[in-house]
């Protein structure tokens, strides 16, 4: 008995940080690499190859996947230049989409292709979804007859589907056999696809009648019949489902696997809870991103370059906001002139209600994500807001009111100052539960730049509401 | 043979939904239930109530769970009122932290002691973790000994530890068994814990020596000895292990569950996938909310008490930073006396730092949560997010400073602008580096408050740069 855990998650952590280690911090191995020449006179250089070539042999695809997206475009292209053919498809299976522009562009239409065919058809789809067209006419041709219509039918699902997720690689039985009977049958079949902790009970037109657990065979008797210890109401998908939302189930319901059934009530393919575990970073990583206007495509090592390119739309967007803002105050540089004070104190009216807008958005985003709003508590959400910042805005309102009046020695202007607060505390607070809501009623997602919309309103309106009240009595 | 899903996850959905809607839309269901007297005049309030109760009767845990979450507090204690006091245990290790201080503040001691003890032991300690000291305590007192002492063992883990989620019910099997004997022996144990897809071969101390997938059991011949067909290299971990990193591990290696072992080897339990999911998607909604300042028990229900004395403390942050600024922008007051114009332009040049600022903490923070950045890419990244910087300063700096020399028609303004806009960008993307970095370093998480802090640093940096260069140049 060999002693547990001969490739531990320790040593396998310090394998992926070596890799990176080498490659970052001895240039000239990234790009002798890439050079595809030895580097003559350093000998360390040729050493360190020679040290991460068997790293790389070593490392599971899922571990090289990682390292790969942790590195710079130079240096994650002469590392993939060390991945064997055969090993390139599962370790792009792995990888996040943000890096497979890269790797993808790096091989010729040939090597992809070999890349792929090992793969199960499952992940030859996930992957076929983000190749160019012609390459996948090209992958569908190396495919028999009807793993070729599965492709096909499967690429029509939209990106976030669960159609697009989902996992043909199923067993089914019949509901009247044995469960000797299925036990023969698993044994004669030799394998199960991965993640497999149930069967699925069906008639003989693909129609789903129930879920037999695994346990369920270990626990019974050999001659109990499969209906009689099915579950013949398990929890089942739709292609059309949104992934988000069977994840929330999934999380709900403890699943390891589910079915994904047609509107006829046939069995199509199954869900399985690593898909789902994706689902869930992926969409915690897109929320964050989308709040502050962050392209979902950019990775932290995409060159320049396509940083630019992915950042400029957002920019854009803010300097028009700014600008709008801009010229509210322009309206009041006559004010200004008379009483310099006010350009002082107006970014404190502003960023206070920046500061509010974003806490209630953030909130307001997750409930939303969460399915917790519904119709009927909108207006006590609402009112909540505007509560709180009714009380915050006459604290703070007052603490900076007086500290202004102390400060100038002008109470109207602390007054001025306490009032503008208040009032652009609750601005805040009525449009960040106002705009998530109104895009999520016009189908848009909430999330998408909302960050940028409150700030701008906030900024503009704390301007506006200082500097006009202001121009009303203090002038 | 039944149709597929007699209680189907849409009208589980739309029962929730319904409950939603009679307490919200419906005020004096809600009251009424809290007054503990029927309201006698309106019948329909009394059909309403019927129509709950049949419901709650009718929906699983996870389910309510989900509606106490989607409530305010008083029609939340409303609900909770119709939960029985046997399905009470299991609804609140379903629900989230944020709704549990309503819920146990509602009961008395003893009610919550019979609501806890229906459920498993892992359950048990999970809620432990949360109850007051000396609740914890009368719990320990009703259990048995040797659970006692694991209960002990656990509480004192780190909440966010491998340890604090694990579970203690795994099924061990000793490796010179045959597969015909394992089976034998799970039929007369006659269930197997939720979730398990494996069991443990362990020695007769409890060192584990490898792994059973109960698919092995089922496709290998009886008569095969365990040790042939275990896997002896599983993945496993340590009770002080993070939890979110565990989770990556998961995703990483598509697991279901894993063994938990101490630093002798021995087995001391096994974490399982749907913990996993908990923990990931914890894990978003708290990077979402610390990067903005909000705290992580406010839930969007809370009442306003409650709301304003969580948010407090950022809010007064928040006003100390904008005082800052504010002060910054006074030291120039003079400047700004004789070219009022700069009052309007400053908000431009500080807001697109911070939008900038803001884009390149979040990258840096989720690649940090990735593990993504390591000692030897700093350097990069840096390089990179100037990069970014410089050349969107240089177009849209430039853009603005045209405008702004069309504007007031003065090329010097103009040139100023597009000076502080380049400058406060390089600021932003250096200190958008830096802060998560240097958070890290020093062990803190950096999510906490990094948005707050990057406004603050480019506002005020912002003023300073565009206000100083002006004086400089202007004047």
């Given at each position: 008995m060999t002693a547990i855990q001969k490739y531990s998650t320790k040593e396998r952590d310090q394998d992926r940080a070596r890799i990176l280690q080498i490659l970052l911090m001895n240039k000239a191995v990234a790009s002798g690499i890439l050079a595809k020449e030895p580097i003559a006179e350093t000998q360390s250089a040729e050493q360190d190859i020679a040290e991460i070539v068997t790293l790389v042999g070593r490392l599971p695809a899922p571990d090289l996947a990682d390292v790969l997206e942790a590195l710079p475009t130079e240096e994650r292209l002469a590392l993939w230049s060390l991945i064997t053919e055969e090993r390139r498809g599962s370790v792009l299976v792995e990888a996040s989409e943000t890096v497979w522009d890269d790797l993808i562009a790096d091989?010729?239409?040939?090597?992809?292709?070999?890349?792929?065919?090992?793969?199960?058809?499952?992940?030859?789809?996930?992957?076929?979804?983000?190749?160019?067209?012609?390459?996948?006419?090209?992958?569908?041709?190396?495919?028999?007859?009807n793993e070729r219509t599965q492709v096909r039918q499967i690429l029509h699902y939209d990106k976030h589907s669960v159609g697009a997720i989902m996992d043909f690689e199923v067993i089914t039985v019949r509901p009247d056999v044995t469960?000797?009977?299925?036990?023969?049958?698993?044994?004669?079949?030799?394998?199960?696809p991965?993640?497999?902790?149930?069967?699925?009970?069906?008639?003989?037109?693909?129609?789903?009648?129930?879920?037999?657990?695994?346990?369920?065979?270990?626990?019974?008797?050999?001659?109990?019949?499969?209906?009689?210890?099915?579950?013949?109401?398990?929890?089942?998908?739709?292609?059309?489902?949104?992934?988000?939302?069977?994840?929330?189930?999934?999380?709900?319901?403890?699943?390891?696997?589910?079915?994904?059934?047609?509107?006829?009530?046939?069995?199509?393919?199954?869900l399985t809870v690593d898909e789902i575990v994706d689902v869930v970073y992926e969409e915690t990583d897109s929320d964050l991103r989308r709040m502050g206007g962050l392209s979902a495509e950019e990775d932290v090592f995409a060159p320049v370059s396509k940083a630019v390119r992915t950042r400029w739309a957002w920019l854009a967007i803010n300097l028009c906001t700014a600008?709008?803002?801009?010229?509210?105050?322009?309206?009041?540089?006559?004010?200004?002139?008379?009483?310099?004070?006010?350009?002082?104190?107006?970014?404190?009216v502003a960023g206070i209600g920046g500061n509010t807008g974003n806490?209630?958005?953030?909130?307001?985003?997750?409930?939303?994500?969460?399915?917790?709003?519904?119709?009927?508590?909108i207006s006590f959400l609402m009112m909540r807001e505007l509560g709180v910042a009714l009380i915050n805005g006459l604290v703070w309102g007052g603490v900076m009111g007086t500290i202004t009046?102390?400060?100038?020695?002008?109470?109207?202007?602390?007054?001025?100052?306490?009032?503008?607060?208040?009032?652009?505390?609750?601005?805040?607070?009525?449009?960040?539960?106002?705009?998530?809501?109104?895009?999520?009623?016009?189908?848009?997602?909430?999330?998408?730049?909302?960050?940028?919309?409150?700030?701008?309103?906030?900024?503009?309106?704390?301007?506006?509401?200082?500097?006009?009240?202001?121009?009303?009595?203090?002038?």
């Amino acid at each position: 008995m060999t002693a547990i855990q001969k490739y531990s998650t320790k040593e396998r952590d310090q394998d992926r940080a070596r890799i990176l280690q080498i490659l970052l911090m001895n240039k000239a191995v990234a790009s002798g690499i890439l050079a595809k020449e030895p580097i003559a006179e350093t000998q360390s250089a040729e050493q360190d190859i020679a040290e991460i070539v068997t790293l790389v042999g070593r490392l599971p695809a899922p571990d090289l996947a990682d390292v790969l997206e942790a590195l710079p475009t130079e240096e994650r292209l002469a590392l993939w230049s060390l991945i064997t053919e055969e090993r390139r498809g599962s370790v792009l299976v792995e990888a996040s989409e943000t890096v497979w522009d890269d790797l993808i562009a790096d091989m010729s239409d040939k090597a992809l292709l070999n890349a792929l065919r090992p793969l199960d058809i499952d992940d030859q789809i996930y992957l076929a979804q983000y190749l160019p067209r012609d390459l996948v006419g090209r992958l569908l041709a190396t495919m028999p007859q009807n793993e070729r219509t599965q492709v096909r039918q499967i690429l029509h699902y939209d990106k976030h589907s669960v159609g697009a997720i989902m996992d043909f690689e199923v067993i089914t039985v019949r509901p009247d056999v044995t469960l000797a009977v299925v036990q023969r049958y698993l044994r004669i079949r030799g394998k199960v696809p991965q993640n497999t902790d149930k069967l699925f009970v069906t008639s003989r037109d693909k129609t789903l009648l129930g879920e037999l657990d695994l346990t369920a065979i270990l626990l019974h008797s050999p001659q109990t019949p499969v209906f009689k210890v099915m579950d013949d109401n398990p929890t089942c998908f739709a292609p059309e489902d949104h992934d988000e939302k069977a994840a929330r189930t999934f999380e709900r319901d403890d699943l390891i696997s589910a079915a994904v059934i047609d509107s006829a009530g046939k069995l199509m393919g199954r869900l399985t809870v690593d898909e789902i575990v994706d689902v869930v970073y992926e969409e915690t990583d897109s929320d964050l991103r989308r709040m502050g206007g962050l392209s979902a495509e950019e990775d932290v090592f995409a060159p320049v370059s396509k940083a630019v390119r992915t950042r400029w739309a957002w920019l854009a967007i803010n300097l028009c906001t700014a600008f709008v803002a801009s010229r509210v105050i322009g309206l009041f540089e006559h004010t200004i002139s008379q009483l310099v004070a006010l350009a002082s104190l107006m970014p404190i009216v502003a960023g206070i209600g920046g500061n509010t807008g974003n806490q209630t958005i953030t909130m307001i985003v997750r409930a939303l994500a969460l399915q917790h709003i519904q119709a009927g508590n909108i207006s006590f959400l609402m009112m909540r807001e505007l509560g709180v910042a009714l009380i915050n805005g006459l604290v703070w309102g007052g603490v900076m009111g007086t500290i202004t009046w102390l400060l100038y020695n002008d109470a109207a202007m602390g007054g001025v100052m306490t009032l503008a607060m208040v009032l652009n505390l609750l601005v805040a607070a009525l449009m960040g539960v106002v705009i998530p809501m109104t895009m999520t009623r016009l189908g848009k997602d909430p999330a998408v730049g909302s960050s940028v919309m409150i700030t701008a309103i906030t900024d503009t309106g704390g301007f506006f509401i200082f500097l006009g009240l202001a121009t009303l009595f203090l002038l």
